[in-house]
């Protein structure tokens, strides 16, 4: 850990070159080679008898490059995350009580497209150390209608997909079979599981390029990456009112422009992940042995894409202290740290109406225990430093 004499220096220094917030705006790295793509790509688009559309060579290119890239089978660009997870429950068919288990600890994301396909959602208990489904949660939660798994790989680290496979197989839905796993990616494109991209693992995949994320395509813009011929030709239909498959569908297509981008921005996804690593690894180090704060937690057989840097308090330190943490980092030292998330029923009335009298106390508290204390990619060493010593600071003021 940073001695007291070393982090008065640093914090003498003055504040960080930038305001840092706990989730940047922009999650990624521009440059000028996204520039010229995009042009090349509007300049490619101008004669009447071309046009932005549709299915062009650009699209192809980025999905063909993805698939690579995740070591998946099919990769299907579409305009945002949000319609991917939609496309993944449709596709079950859900009837009305169909159950589908998706962390409470979560975005609004994916339990909106449980219910927005017909299903009920059923909250499950996360990993305290990992904040990821717990397995042993979800079998607890396995009914005869059960229909699905839908993990989300929580702030950039790989969910354990093998230990819902398990799960899966072991208790199968009585008509269906064996319980789908879908995991919703959209914050760990370029996180890896046992060695692979996440991506490669479970029936579907889905990624988010929107302007917050790992890697980012004019601010908008998602993927879904699947082994499964049927479930890749009914996204592929369906982001275009399902016209190849005789499903419902609407529009969600990604444009030329941005998949000409997502192409450049793909090709540098690994050097943000290894900024990204490198500066968590090193505030690790800076941070080491300090009481009352939890680090992010990196399993050995996962590695982190640290989207967030996600801290937890002790849990005497629940609530009103771990506030009192981040009005001190940003009110003293002008970093604003993040909550990512609480439990998805706490933030949208309409999730709290869907699932009555479901309540999850191990997720209500790791939601008051949550901190993301900002990351990029870009960030400099001295700026890592500053807001190590201003947690440490922070920290040491309450304790
Ligand atoms: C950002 C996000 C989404 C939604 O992604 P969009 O591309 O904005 O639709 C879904 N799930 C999680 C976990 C996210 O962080």
């Known amino acids: 850990m940073l001695s007291a004499n070393d982090r008065h220096k640093i914090l003498k220094r003055g504040r960080t070159s930038i305001a840092w917030e706990g989730e940047p705006l922009l999650g990624s790295i521009y440059g000028e080679e996204e520039v010229e793509a995009a042009v090349a790509a509007i300049r490619d688009s101008m004669e009447v008898s071309k046009g932005f559309g549709f299915t062009c060579q650009q699209i192809l290119d980025f999905e063909t490059a993805f698939a690579h890239y995740t070591g998946s089978k099919h990769a299907i660009a579409i305009n945002s995350a949000g319609p991917g997870l939609d496309m993944s429950m449709r596709y079950l068919k859900l009837q009305p009580g169909d159950e589908v288990i998706v962390p409470a600890i979560n975005f609004m994301a994916s339990p909106l497209a449980v219910m927005g396909a017909g299903g009920q959602v059923v909250w499950g208990e996360v990993d305290p150390k990992t904040l990821q489904l717990d397995p042993n949660d979800v079998k607890k939660r396995i009914t005869p209608r059960t229909r699905a798994i839908f993990p989300v790989h929580m702030n950039g680290l790989a969910a354990p997909m093998d230990d819902y496979f398990e799960i899966a197989e072991r208790h199968p839905h009585p008509q269906h079979g064996p319980l789908v796993v879908i995991g919703d990616a959209a914050r760990a494109c370029g996180g890896e599981y046992k060695g692979k991209k996440i991506g490669k693992d479970g029936f579907g995949t889905i990624f988010s390029f929107h302007t917050m994320k790992n890697m980012v395509t004019l601010g908008e813009g998602g993927m879904v990456t699947t082994d499964d011929d049927t479930f890749a030709a009914y996204c592929r239909s369906t982001r275009f009112y399902g016209i190849a498959t005789e499903d419902w569908g609407t529009s969600n297509v990604m444009t030329k422009v941005q998949a000409a ?103 209500e508290q790791i939601g008051q225990r949550i901190v993301c204390v900002p990351i990029h990619p870009s960030m400099s060493d001295e700026d890592n430093e500053y807001i190590a010593a201003a947690l440490i600071e922070c920290a040491d003021g309450l304790g």
């Open 261 to 363: 981008v997502g192409l450049v921005q793909l090709s540098k996804l690994d050097s943000f992940i290894d900024a990204r690593r490198r500066l968590a690894h090193r505030r690790n180090e800076l941070l080491d042995g300090l009481p009352n704060i939890e680090l992010p937690y990196e399993p050995s057989d996962c590695k982190h894409s640290y989207y967030l840097y996600t801290c937890l308090v002790r849990p005497e330190w629940a609530g009103d202290k771990r506030n009192q943490l981040m009005e001190r980092m940003e009110q003293e030292f002008g970093v604003k740290c993040l909550i990512a998330n609480p439990p998805v029923y706490e933030s949208r009335k309409l999730m709290r109406d869907h699932t009555p009298g479901q309540s999850l106390p191990l997720s």
